[in-house]
């Protein structure tokens, strides 16, 4: 009872002063003077009469008591005849007031400043920085990789520019990227698509600018209004490095002419697409991608030609002991990856090598620790024709049947179930008959329906390949000029993980009955959902987010490298392989590694790394191996890979 009478009586203290504060300024300012009056004048009168100097009489100690009120209250406190003290107490009053007013003004405008600091609308004043515009899952990563690129320098900026809260980015990135070192984050709040707005982060000075895709079907036209801003915002060409990505092939063009002749635009499902294929053909290159694009370990890096300048670049593969070199870039700024052996290097050509740290190269010549017994003459091996099965179909999946067709073999036939029916999947892969090489079956059926999965014998194929699709089928408008005419923009990056991750669980199922692995290579969306995947470890994961991410961070940090990996996802020309390593050097001893690379070169080849089978399943290299010294012995076995940059 006593306990709800106090409760009761706190609600009615509070809806009086409620009340009182509803009454406006006026009223407040009567009643706090009242509160003040009644604090006070009790209070002075209690120290006068307890002073023991103070005045005898009551009209003396009174007066003292109006002089202890005065002092407090600031108001003077003036003894005299009754206009003076009227007139000391009114100039008290305007002084009190101008302070007073002089106080609040300038908290108004100090509080005016720090929400505008708050909200993110002041200029960035640095140059040499990197501007990131745009927010998506894919800022994490992107800045977490800025900050490891430049963890060896004094002092570093990162500008971010979004249409978001500049509190809570700054508190999602700090949650995410964590510590950043020498490496300071900026965050303001602006749209991308506005020129003005996009000043507050000086691309103009920044020394590279990142365009990243938002979510959603209009992310592409997003990114191309925003590379239209950033052109309208500073119309001179600069030395800054634009990097873009878009999604849809379609949008790829228009975002290179929106971008312009000094810009990057990264095509998502063209690389994504090339990328499944590589890794559905050679398994674990997966891995050796993700190493190297990532600034944790080796990556691609540019050195001096120096003292190689008229030699032959086979001459400069074991010119590096600590660095593999895999191509040349010449003055005009072609890159030529896996040149010919003979070829000549110019004064003015620059090495491009695989490297743990730009000052890591250091010329030193490797070719002493070569052992010629040990070096094996390639054997002749004709190509098998394979069963592969695709499970799923999204808006890059016409690109993986055609990327399919060009690599594998003649006979080898390609079964794709997905949610749509075989007239759908055949008008949206532009598939109308038989390919050159490849023949395609489609059969309808949800891939999440372990009955499915049991009667399509999936431990019988060579090659598993899942990508995400969502419950919504695609709609077939009719003939299409082309498999990049329609758009299943239906699918989201969440639910297509969920659909994927069922699957996955599913096919371990399968495996684990057939008592063998499956050869499984699996397209995400979200970096964190592949860490939930059941599956065995080491196994290959595309996850189209972080590798973009990391392609536009290595791009940023070196404009050249935007060559080097456009050669690398292209159908033609020179790709990353894992092949047998005992098809280059004996295995039943110990041999330097710079005996692979003098095999490797014999057969027009740039070896850069190796993958040892026995540690396939152990994290977290899994067994892959970038740019060892040359001078390491090691002992492989049959069934080891070499990493080597070769022709397609």
């Not at 007073?100 to 300038?106: A, D, K, N, P, Q």
């Not at 800022?139 to 971010?160: T, Y």
């Not at 994504?272 to 190297?292: K, M």
């Not at 040149?339 to 050509?349: E, K, L």
């Amino acid at each position: 009872m006593a306990q709800r009478q106090t409760t009761s009586l706190r609600l009615r203290l509070r809806y009086r002063f409620d009340h009182l504060v509803a009454g406006g300024t006026t009223a407040l300012i009567g009643w706090f003077a009242l509160a003040c009056l009644a604090v006070v004048v009790p209070a002075s009168t209690v120290l006068v009469w307890a002073d023991r100097s103070a005045p005898a009489t009551l009209s003396g100690r009174l007066a003292a008591v109006w002089v202890s009120v005065g002092q407090t209250l600031k108001i003077g406190g003036a003894l005299g005849s009754p206009l003076y003290v009227l007139a000391s107490v009114a100039l008290a009053l305007v002084a009190l007031l101008f302070v007073s007013t002089l106080v609040g003004l300038i908290t108004t405008g100090i509080n005016g400043r720090i929400m505008e600091l708050r909200l993110g609308h002041s200029t960035v004043l640095e140059s040499g920085h990197t501007v990131v515009l745009g927010w998506s899952d894919q800022i994490f990563p992107v800045v977490g990789e800025l900050v490891a690129a430049n963890s060896n320098q004094r002092r570093s900026v990162v500008a971010v520019l979004a249409p978001k809260d500049k509190v809570e980015m700054e508190d999602e990135l700090a949650t995410s990227v964590g510590a950043t070192g020498t490496t300071r984050i900026i965050c303001r709040n602006g749209r991308t698509t506005d020129p003005l707005e996009l000043a507050r982060v000086s691309p103009r000075t920044a020394k590279a600018v990142l365009v990243l895709p938002p979510e959603g079907e209009t992310g592409d036209a997003h990114v191309v209004k925003t590379l239209l801003a950033l052109d309208a915002a500073d119309p001179e060409p600069g030395g800054a490095v634009v990097v873009a990505a878009v999604r849809d092939t379609r949008n790829h063009v228009t975002a290179r002419l929106a971008a312009g002749p000094g810009g990057h635009v990264l095509c998502v499902d063209d690389i994504i697409a090339r990328l499944l294929v590589q890794t559905a053909r050679e398994p674990g290159l997966s891995l050796v991608y993700q190493d190297l694009l990532d600034f944790a370990g080796d990556e691609f890096y540019t050195a001096p030609a120096r003292g190689l300048a008229g030699r032959t670049f086979g001459e400069a593969l074991l010119a590096f002991t600590t660095s593999s070199v895999v191509g040349l870039l010449h003055p005009d700024g072609e890159v030529s990856l896996n040149p010919d052996p003979t070829t000549a290097i110019d004064a003015d050509d620059l090495i491009v090598l695989v490297s743990r740290d730009d000052d890591t190269a250091v010329q030193e010549d490797a070719s002493p620790f070569v052992e010629e017994d040990a070096i094996l003459t390639a054997r002749p091996e004709e190509p098998a024709a394979q069963r592969l099965l695709l499970l799923g179909w999204n808006r890059r999946a016409p690109l993986v049947v055609e990327q399919l067709d060009r690599f594998v073999s003649h006979g080898t036939t390609l079964d794709v179930v997905s949610l749509g029916d075989e007239t759908t999947m055949r008008c949206t892969s532009g598939i109308s008959g038989v390919r050159d090489r490849l023949e395609v079956d489609f059969r309808s059926g949800d891939i999440t329906d372990p009955q499915l999965l049991a009667k399509l014998d999936v431990p019988s194929y060579d090659r598993v390949i899942v990508i995400g699709e969502t419950e919504h089928e695609a709609v077939c408008p009719g003939p299409l000029p082309s498999a990049r005419a329609i758009d299943l923009a239906l699918e989201t990056g969440a639910r297509t993980d969920d659909r994927t991750l069922v699957t996955l669980l599913h096919l371990r199922t399968i495996g684990q009955a057939a008592g063998r692995e499956l050869s499984l290579t699996t397209e995400m969306s979200d970096d964190g959902n592949r860490l939930l995947a059941p599956g065995r470890e080491g196994a290959d994961f595309i996850v189209s987010g972080r590798l973009i991410s990391l392609l536009m961070t290595q791009i940023s940090e070196s404009r050249h490298l935007a060559k080097v990996f456009d050669e690398l996802f292209r159908a033609e020309g020179n790709e990353l392989h894992l092949k047998p390593v005992a098809d280059y050097v004996r295995t039943d001893r110990e041999v330097p590694f710079a005996t692979l690379v003098e095999s490797a070169r014999r057969r027009r080849e740039c070896a850069v790394g190796y993958r040892l089978r026995a540690e396939s399943g152990t994290g977290p290299a899994y067994g892959v191996r970038l740019n060892p010294d040359k001078r390491q012995r090691v002992r492989f076995g049959e069934h080891d890979w070499l990493i080597v940059l070769a022709e397609s």
